[in-house]
């Protein structure tokens, strides 16, 4: 089953070592449900500890598309839409998730993935400025991923202009953090866990993606901005019964600061990756420094690697070319590595 | 943490040793995500053959309240309602998850949870009866438990005339199994997973309460009843990134036919608490023959356990009385049956 | 086409003449639309004077059903639905718009179609109550109408209570006046349109069965209390791009009075019917003072009736009766009173 | 209130004299309602001939908004969504009515407010090409609007492309003809009622902005592409009691042919209007044939303008100008046109 390389993407193992350690230890202790047990609580202390914000709810979901839509029709109201990249996750790739709850994704042309604080400003000034606008949806909340669909992040400058933009307008900001772990990881980030806190409104720190089994927590500064939050989720199917599960794998994660280390593995291995695409002059779709790389392969070339590496298709480039990503995880091995490095090699 | 005795619930513990040994010994392979791997293939293929249902498409989703709300919404077309005894679990206890999908739970009273073949008749024909049914919901499908919510079961001449009834109509029934390998191993249950195929037209193996750390399998044994099922999963927010979870525990579920014996601990406990109950004059709220015990406490004696076990409210019975619940569970050990008779000893 | 005598409801007729003659003479003229023009403001000014609530929004919708689902869904918040009695049109004749918002209709059993401030108060503090409260849905509003589906009356003390009720819960009390000219033009009702505004926090005022060719003023005295509605009903389809028609109707009902008085030939034809019903020896379904008359007829001369009259179904009583309602309206004259009166003569 | 000139929207007077005659002469008639009485039987057959459609489901709602969300949502599955322009009513002037009902637009780039059949193919070609589309919302039906919101209309070459390749697709065909009349008014027309008939699978005709109080015919030439239509109508709100106003105004428009000829006041009034632009040397923002026309106005100018003429802001062009429309109706006579022209002049 294992021959194959599988660079495909960052969900494709089970859980951190230390993880699946505490899960057997506490398999057969006997809890309450539904995220009310003490590892649930430790869980959410130690995260209101990293972000610095002392009176935050903190909430745990299952999956990525299951919180945005959770979180977005939690927040919004029933006249207002999402202001999102054109790119972004929850516009393509949630198979309409977000409009099942009645809310429109409004969509602003992305950069590399990224909206800016200039972008918002100018949809939400042409929004009033048009004499239809009470005819139109209200953009009701601003939703950017850190990092990004393509793998790029953004600064701590963009996030605070984006944040001031928001705040000026009175619309909570939401960063989808899917990934976040292997943005926390790379050298070039700036952006801390406290400065999410404080510049964001609502924000998920990812946790199927970044060593869990599952599960996302979702962090509310501020804890008057979603009133009933649990009943909430229990309506969007979200709410889990064995709630420690979602408690024990966060807890493990933010005891010893082991979330904000846990992406460097898939780091490593990216820009190792990436020196090795260069040199031999493959040709990027899109520069980024996280663990997603996207390149332009020649057909043939894509063939020849399938038999041995499984990547994943991202669009059809021309018609002798396609992007392919190559994602690396905190379960990338150097061995795994070198391999792919070796099989890249013309 | 597990000083108190925890007869709250069934779902206080982790999952089946069998399942967390599989889990660990898979943690570190690679496989593709969203149920696409040969674990979950595997177990969909035992759950069809345990079923005899060849061709039936077979989905794992997380817990009850989600999988309810999906199939429901799934099946229904947008001018019909799903019919449901006034105690169902979907009319009750999931914090409006159906009508959040935009569908009427219709209510029909139960008798201990269950309804019958004449109350489906009555209730369909009588919709058609009124000369405005146009302006009604239509039933569009009928919503039943096996075991039901007051631990009773469906015999299966029951359940044949219900499905005979629903076919009549044209109307599909789904049998909700969020606790059915707790009638599986009960010896006064007829009904098997053969027939539960043959009469449903879906219906959902409980994972949650019955051994796994989460997960329901839905099995249509018409495949064409749901099209698009995997979209619209997804869409509910349901699907797992790392599908294999489900699959690896189900295929430990049905491997060697654990699922249909992974319930005999619960029963002979709730059987042995039963008796002991019965000898110390205790006061049924309602009998049934599965994992959970209805009792009338005085609050006096109420206020009493609650010092050493933890129990689960059911309803207030007058000013001196309470029913609560008992559940025994697949973990429930001879040694904790025994304490709580102790306890319970006046 | 007008051979047969219609009783069957209370909206079988175009609008009363003074209404068709204003249509009439500003047929030709230009105005801007969505309500923004001048008979839209003058009628809502009127409106407010009428009700006492100088403040108030109001806004013109066009069906009953219609209003019900705007209005309820734009002042619910996604978690919470709306109280009802088992027979409100919200609860059954709707074909499911309330839940097809997404909010589930909790039904309090009523007696002749009202439920009582006590009822209202059992209701919610079961709730609270419940230690699953959580995972079930809120009750956020509540829902009655006067009069009734059956014809009856909200007293000024029941209606008071009931205010009070829902004030102490911080719940908003929403009263459906589709035929609201047929209580206020009762001898018997003690409830006026400044009552009302005083005791409801939002109200509509129905134009449709009162005397327009379609349209119901929705009166909200706290503005506060819906923000954007404009946009919601936008959203919910419910906007009348030539607004300025619902103004010229409601401001002809509001200008000197005749709102309140439009439903007096109802009464006085309704209660020379009942007198004659008495006569002859009829038994009432149920007793009121209002324009509907729910009678228990025999199958045999029920079909003697049909060749002449038009009624409409009500229920089937038993095997050899049926209830009937009698609809008298504004429109119904005393020659056709008359008529019915002699064919109802056994 | 007449004083200014109106030539801000299609919508401003109430209906053609025919439609208020006959509205005055049935008035006091008692009729079924819900469309069940004889003039709405007898419109819907003048629609089914008129159209060629001899089976057709004829049913009328009230504006357009609505009919586009219930139309929408009724031929879609829930995991479908509706391709339009990116201009498209749907798209941008609905306040989120359809993402209201769980369905996400799909958006297209058009060009002058149409979509090709080439841009259609590419759409659900792109699709079905990506290996993620199960994760994508599949593009269920295609939204055109014949004129367009820019008042470019399709020829029948253009409609017979895009209906052979939503059939090739299997994907519904819907033609949203809220200004319908004023393309079968125009010369340069060349796609009848019929041919809409023939290439759609369902359509509307717009009744509010051609001659009607309000009112839009919904033709579905196959009947059993909707199931259970009236009650679909019921649940989104759209059901008129008195449902006979619109039988009466639709009868009145397809008795004589007067639909067919009721838009040439408009085409005239507009074309007049063109040639004095032209002449006096204002620039189009976009050429089009029907009763809107989209002009590139000076600040200044538009300021001066203001004062006698009420147009309606398209959109900002750039500092110092502005792109206006001018809107002409049925109701547009000789001497307001005149009128305009004279203001036009520099």
Same mark, same amino acid.
């Given at each position: 089953?294992?021959?194959?390389?599988?660079? #495909?993407?960052?969900?494709?193992? =089970?859980?951190?070592? #230390?993880?699946?350690?505490?899960?057997? +230890?506490?398999?057969?202790?006997? %809890? $309450?449900?539904?995220?009310?047990? +003490?590892?649930? @609580?430790?869980?959410?202390?130690?995260?209101?500890?990293?972000c *610095?914000c $002392?009176?935050a709810l903190v909430y745990?979901l299952? *999956?990525g598309t299951q919180t945005n839509a959770t979180v977005i029709d939690s927040v919004l109201h029933?006249?207002e839409g999402v202001l999102a990249a054109?790119?972004g996750h929850v516009a393509?790739?949630e198979?309409?998730a977000i409009?099942?709850t009645?809310h429109k994704v409004l969509t602003i042309?992305g950069?590399?993935?990224k909206i800016?604080a200039?972008?918002v400003?100018?949809y939400v000034?042409?929004?009033?400025?048009?004499?239809?606008? /009470?005819?139109? !949806?209200?953009p009701g909340m601003v939703y950017i991923s850190q990092p990004t669909e393509? *793998?790029?992040?953004y600064?701590?400058?963009?996030l &605070?202009?984006l944040s001031?933009v928001c705040r000026?307008f009175h619309i909570p900001l939401y960063v989808d953090g899917a990934r976040l772990?292997?943005?926390?990881?790379?050298?070039?980030?700036?952006v %801390?866990?406290?400065d999410l806190a404080r510049l964001a409104d609502v924000f998920y720190i990812g946790?199927?993606?970044? =060593?869990?089994?599952?599960?996302e927590a979702v962090v509310v500064p501020d804890? &008057?901005l979603i009133?009933?939050f649990?009943?909430l989720?229990?309506?969007h199917?979200?709410?889990?019964?064995?709630?420690?599960?979602?408690?024990?794998?966060? /807890? %493990?994660?933010?005891?010893? *600061?082991?979330?904000?280390?846990?992406?460097?593995?898939?780091?490593?291995?990216?820009?190792?990756?990436? #020196?090795?695409? !260069?040199?031999? =002059?493959?040709?990027?779709?899109?520069?980024? $420094?996280?663990?997603?790389?996207?390149?332009?392969?020649?057909?043939?070339?894509? @063939?020849?690697?399938?038999?041995? !590496?499984?990547?994943?298709?991202? @669009?059809?480039?021309?018609?002798?070319?396609? !992007?392919?990503?190559?994602?690396?995880?905190?379960?990338? %091995?150097? +061995?795994? &590595?070198?391999?792919?490095?070796?099989?890249?090699?013309?």
């Amino acid at each position: 089953m294992e021959e194959r390389l599988m660079f #495909a993407s960052d969900y494709m193992e =089970g859980a951190h070592p #230390a993880i699946m350690e505490r899960l057997m +230890e506490t398999n057969m202790q006997s %809890t $309450p449900g539904y995220g009310t047990d +003490e590892y649930s @609580e430790n869980a959410r202390e130690l995260i209101r500890k990293a972000c *610095g914000c $002392p009176d935050a709810l903190v909430y745990f979901l299952i *999956g990525g598309t299951q919180t945005n839509a959770t979180v977005i029709d939690s927040v919004l109201h029933r006249y207002e839409g999402v202001l999102a990249a054109d790119t972004g996750h929850v516009a393509v790739h949630e198979a309409g998730a977000i409009e099942f709850t009645g809310h429109k994704v409004l969509t602003i042309q992305g950069t590399a993935g990224k909206i800016s604080a200039a972008d918002v400003k100018k949809y939400v000034d042409d929004y009033y400025a048009d004499d239809n606008f /009470e005819h139109m !949806v209200k953009p009701g909340m601003v939703y950017i991923s850190q990092p990004t669909e393509y *793998g790029t992040m953004y600064s701590l400058e963009e996030l &605070t202009a984006l944040s001031e933009v928001c705040r000026s307008f009175h619309i909570p900001l939401y960063v989808d953090g899917a990934r976040l772990a292997y943005a926390l990881a790379c050298p070039s980030n700036d952006v %801390t866990l406290k400065d999410l806190a404080r510049l964001a409104d609502v924000f998920y720190i990812g946790g199927t993606k970044c =060593g869990c089994l599952f599960g996302e927590a979702v962090v509310v500064p501020d804890p &008057t901005l979603i009133p009933h939050f649990f009943t909430l989720i229990k309506q969007h199917g979200a709410l889990l019964a064995k709630g420690r599960l979602s408690g024990i794998q966060f /807890e %493990t994660l933010f005891k010893d *600061g082991l979330y904000e280390k846990i992406g460097e593995p898939a780091i490593k291995a990216a820009d190792k990756i990436r #020196a090795a695409l !260069v040199e031999y =002059g493959y040709k990027f779709y899109l520069e980024n $420094p996280t663990n997603q790389i996207l390149i332009i392969l020649e057909n043939s070339k894509l @063939e020849a690697l399938k038999k041995d !590496v499984e990547l994943s298709f991202w @669009e059809k480039y021309d018609d002798t070319h396609t !992007v392919m990503r190559i994602a690396t995880s905190w379960a990338t %091995t150097d +061995e795994k &590595t070198d391999k792919l490095i070796e099989l890249l090699k013309k």
